[in-house]
């Protein structure tokens, strides 16, 4: 007889298991908030922004087809900012005790759509080396692009300032432990229900009839 797991049996099996649960939630929660204490580097991040736009040489009236020029070649300097002929003047600038591609990999570019501000956000485990590289990055590209693409249209809109108080932006505590609570509540489930399937013995009145589908005449106390 092929046997169907209802909602009843479900709740049975929950309730059967319940304090196992609850522990490896409290388990996995605990395990997390630890590694997030004690194991993961605190992250900073500092923001600078680049306007792209005319050539500042340039006498002409800002019009859409010099916009569309700029946003154009934003593609291309996002690539040029992460590129060995700005990164590696920044290593040596700045005296880091770093590759030009570990650098690379704490740089992120970006720019929302039809903007022509570029946004690059330095990530590091010292805030004050975040500011200060974003920075650096912003003038060496500065001066570059001048040269890479003999152009003048870039200029720095917003230095990156961190501030008095900055706040690392990983980890974070609260959702790693909420991810380590509910990794435990689903660890716990699957061991209540692998445990409930392989688990053939009968113990009731109740599964006796379910499963033989015969009267119950008399029970065996226990002495």
Do not use: C, W
Request: charged share 20%; no cysteine.
């Amino acid at each position: 007889m092929e046997e169907t797991l209802n909602l009843e049996d479900i709740l049975e099996v929950i309730k059967k298991n319940l304090a196992m649960i609850i522990a490896l939630v409290l388990l996995f929660g605990a395990i997390a908030a630890f590694a997030t204490a004690f194991l993961m580097t605190p992250q900073y991040e500092a923001n600078t922004q680049i306007l792209v736009s005319q050539s500042q040489d340039s006498e002409v009236a800002v019009d859409n087809q010099n916009i569309q020029a700029s946003l154009q070649l934003i593609n291309t300097y996002r690539d040029i900012i992460k590129s060995p002929t700005v990164l590696d003047d920044v290593v040596v600038n700045l005296n880091l005790d770093q590759s030009t591609s570990a650098l690379a990999e704490q740089i992120t570019v970006n720019n929302q759509d039809q903007s022509q501000v570029v946004t690059v956000t330095v990530a590091n485990e010292n805030p004050e080396n975040a500011e200060t590289i974003a920075n650096e990055v912003a003038n060496v590209f500065q001066q570059r692009v001048m040269e890479v693409m003999n152009v003048d249209n870039v200029s720095i809109l917003a230095p990156a300032d961190i501030g008095e108080d900055p706040s690392p932006v990983s980890p974070q505590p609260l959702i790693n432990i909420a991810i380590g609570m509910i990794l435990g509540g689903l660890f716990g489930l699957g061991i209540a229900f692998l445990r409930a399937f392989l688990d053939k013995r009968v113990k009731t009145e109740e599964e006796m009839q379910k499963h033989l589908d015969l009267p119950v005449l008399g029970t065996i106390a226990k002495f």
